[in-house]
């Protein structure tokens, strides 16, 4: 079967003793710990480098462009990802991963090296173009090396590996920062890439290829820019330009005017660079929908959630990584639980809608903390929503696999992907502008002018802000991040209804590589 192809081929040739059939098991597991190793380097890295910024721009100066360190970083990873899953299917998985993984430690190197933030900002930019390719290559691979039946057992993996980023990105970048300094945040991913690099490029067999076929250029071009103005409406949307300004508007138009000339060109393109006939599967479409959705809910919860209870419940923000380890923890557990099921029934489609009916029901509950709310209490409705997104993060891949045929593997993985970070960027920016907006109206009803002035530049307060502030102006706050917060998870909860409709329309396919398992997937 297609799906066993691509292992096999390290077997040795017909008519031959296979020789690397006791070694295969070994050299599998060899390969998936690079993978995991890849995906914590393109997880890890922004959490690790926020910590550090204020050292950074302490060092650096260029405040005003902070934004940009992060923005840039996000961007090209962003109009990347759809160009390395087109890639790595035109011409060979291997080598397309290889390059990414480079490519993000050149990148890392020269940022470790910037000698002021127009360079650190460019510099991210060469990062994430790397990173892009990171994300889609594990993903990519993995679907290559083993069947859908047998990849849940994978899924803990993968999402251990996002609880571990999440958990400790903060608390790594600030003690790189304090004890070896800002540059090694940077730095810290040449060692751990090269032995991913290594590892790959010694143990992964997987077949060559070279397509005829030129590259996609236009279509590239096209999908970058309307990829990057969404990104860039979403991020300076309400921020740096009102949402009605006229910045934000031309964007609009470049970004719908590109997607819709880049949509028009794939129907026409010898080597689509996003191949629209993957969007027949009605699966791969409302695995598409999900993901987009689960970023969106994801991402916010994560951006609100530390800020909550560092300002309302009197957290300390050096642990700010450890506030979400009930819904990361919660996540981790049912992920695993949901592999393993799926693994051994080849089911699926009640992990979408309990996943559904989970992240509605978490997000709503969160929308009733308030500024009695316990941490106790917090926890419990964090891990509620943790196991909903359980339920959702690797499924949704795993069904997007399982949808297309072996040769759109890569664009099917960077697809999802892509919809995922696109929901996250919508999540940040469209929750972000009803917080804030919540927050400064709560501040100027209950402190007057003083609440009004105190959030006047931004909504969003650090400790020490906080801590300076007179205890009326202080109480106020703490209840205008309790309003903000209940909107922003109501919202989060209406949106997540998506998820739960989508997921009654999705068809229970039969998994690839079900019955008759293949030698290496039973030795594994």
């Known amino acids: 079967m297609a799906d066993t192809q691509a292992v096999a081929t390290d077997r040795g040739t017909p ?11 070994k050299s599998v597991r060899v390969v998936l710990l690079a993978l995991m190793i890849a995906m914590m380097l393109a997880m890890l890295d922004n959490m690790i480098v926020g910590t550090a910024m204020p ?4 060092e650096l100066g260029g405040l005003e462009h902070l934004s940009w360190v992060v923005t840039g970083y996000t961007l090209a990873t962003a109009a990347a990802t759809p160009v390395w899953g087109k890639l790595g299917d035109m011409f060979g998985r291997k080598a397309t991963f290889l390059s990414s993984i480079v490519i993000f430690l050149i990148g890392s190197a020269l940022s470790g090296m910037a000698q002021d933030m127009g360079q650190l900002i460019g510099f991210r930019a060469v990062q994430g173009l790397g990173a892009g390719g990171l994300m889609v290559g594990v993903m990519a691979i993995i679907g290559d090396l083993i069947p ?28 790189i920062t304090d004890n070896w300094g800002w540059r090694w945040s940077f730095y810290i991913n040449l060692p751990l890439g090269a032995v991913a690099l ?20 236009l279509g590239v071009v096209l999908l970058t820019v309307g990829i990057t103005s969404i990104v860039l409406v979403t991020t300076w949307g309400g921020t740096e330009y009102a949402w009605t300004s006229a910045r934000i508007m031309e964007l609009i138009g470049i970004g719908v005017a590109a997607l819709v000339g880049f949509v028009f060109w794939q129907t026409r393109a010898a080597e689509p660079v996003l191949p629209l006939h993957i ?9 598409s929908v999900i993901g987009f959705v689960t970023g969106f809910v994801m991402f916010g919860a994560t951006l609100f959630l530390p800020l909550y209870q560092q300002a309302v ?16 923890g919660a996540m981790l557990v049912t992920s695993m639980v949901a592999g393993r099921i799926t693994t051994n029934s080849g089911r699926y489609k009640v992990f979408p809608i309990v996943g559904g009916v989970l992240m509605v029901v978490g997000l709503y509950l969160l929308s009733l903390m308030d500024t009695g709310t316990t941490r106790l209490t917090s926890g419990i409705y964090m891990a509620v929503l943790g196991a909903g997104m359980g339920c959702l993060m690797q499924i949704t891949m795993l069904v997007a696999q399982n949808s297309v045929e072996m040769k759109d593997m890569g664009v099917a993985s960077s697809s999802t992907t892509l919809f995922r970070t696109l929901g996250s960027s919508f999540g940040v920016a469209v929750m972000g502008a009803l917080f804030n907006h919540k927050v400064q ?34 109480e106020a706050y703490q209840h205008a991040v309790s309003a903000g917060t209940h909107s922003a998870f109501l919202l989060g909860a209406v949106i997540a209804v998506l998820v739960l409709i989508a997921a009654l329309f999705v068809k229970e396919v039969p998994l690839k590589g079900g019955p008759q398992k293949p030698e290496v997937t039973e030795a594994l």
């Open 55 to 58: 050292t950074i721009v302490g």
């Open 148 to 175: 859908p039946r047998e990849r849940g057992k994978y899924q803990g993996m993968m999402a251990g590996v996002m609880a571990l980023a999440m958990i400790g990105g903060p608390l790594v970048g600030g003690t």
């Open 198 to 217: 290594a590892l790959v490029s010694a143990v992964l067999h997987l077949p060559k290829k070279r397509s005829k076929a030129g590259i996609d250029y």
């Open 279 to 287: 969007f027949r599967s009605g699966n791969f479409t409302l695995m």
């Open 441 to 474: 109206d709560v501040m100027a009803e209950k402190a007057g002018a003083l609440g009004s002035k105190v959030t006047e530049r931004s909504a969003q307060l650090d400790a020490a802000s906080l801590a300076k502030l007179p205890v009326q102006a202080r």
């Open 313 to 328: 419940q009197g957290a300390s923000a050096t642990n700010s990584g450890l506030l979400l380890l009930p819904m990361l």
């Open 15 to 25: 008519g031959q003793p296979d020789t690397s059939q006791e070694k295969q098991p």
